[in-house]
């Protein structure tokens, strides 16, 4: 789940230049996780994967969706709510008459943010909204994620980037159950065009110049040749 907090960073950091793109980046984030989930969900009825063959004459099967407009902190949200045929569908994660997200919303990024695994977000959406998820229905919404979080991290960069700003932050985690510290090194850097874009957030044990220098080999790796002017703070 460290992966998904990465992305999310990743996600409303790219080509955003101003506070109503982050907004705007997040709204987005958030419609498309709650559409992923609601595909999940309905797999999870059916008992197979959208456009598998286990699907011919099972009885039931997937009927199109009907558009619902949900009221969140961030304004107003269209979701496609899948359908089956025979109408015994119903979302957990938005009730069949729930108009409001607001705390959901919260709350899923929140769990992105913690890093949770699938046994504490089912405890959690258990508690919270006495939904009862479980931890393989977690599984396989994060299974749909991971990909599309790969993908990103390996993504080629620049060549070059004028300006890059390289900074860690500490945070506490809970790891076998006890507290640790860790430092999320992060990279940003302008590029040619002017426009900021965060080149990756490396999780280690705690700052150091020889895990620094893994996170500089990875930029070149991923093609950065030459780095103008490099900001950073006691290191």
């Known amino acids: 789940m460290q992966d998904v907090k990465d992305r999310l960073a990743r996600e409303v950091a790219k080509d955003c230049k101003t506070v109503e793109d ?7 984030l958030f419609r498309r996780t709650l559409q992923e989930i609601l595909e999940t969900e309905m797999s999870d009825h059916l008992g197979y994967e959208k456009h598998s063959v286990e699907g011919n004459n099972s009885g039931n099967s997937r009927n199109g969706y009907s558009r619902k407009t ?19 569908f119903e979302p957990h994660i938005i009730k069949k008459y729930e ?7 919260q709350q899923i990024i929140a769990m992105y943010a ?4 699938t046994r504490d977000i089912e405890a959690h959406m258990r508690d919270i ?6 931890a393989e229905l977690v599984s396989k919404i994060t299974d749909k994620v991971m990909p599309l ?3 990103w991290q390996c993504r080629p960069l620049e060549r070059i980037y004028p300006i ?5 932050i500490h945070f506490k985690v809970r790891k076998d159950n006890r507290i640790v510290t860790k430092a999320a090194y992060s990279v940003l850097g302008l590029d040619v065009q002017g426009r900021k874009d965060i080149l990756g957030i490396w999780i280690g044990e705690s700052e150091s110049a020889s895990f620094w220098l893994s996170v500089c080999n ?13 900001s950073k703070d006691g290191l």
């Open 164 to 168: 890059v700003f390289l900074d860690a």
């Open 99 to 105: 108009k409001n997200a607001s705390e959901l919303e």
């Open 218 to 230: 990875d930029l070149k790796n991923r093609g950065v040749e030459d780095i103008l002017i490099a």
């Open 22 to 28: 982050v907004h705007n980046t997040l709204k987005d």
């Open 114 to 117: 913690k890093g949770m695994s």
């Open 70 to 88: 949900i009221q969140t902190r961030m304004g107003e949200t269209e979701l496609a709510i899948p359908r089956d045929r025979n109408g015994e």
């Open 149 to 151: 979080v790969t993908e």
């Open 129 to 134: 909204y006495g939904i009862d998820v479980s």
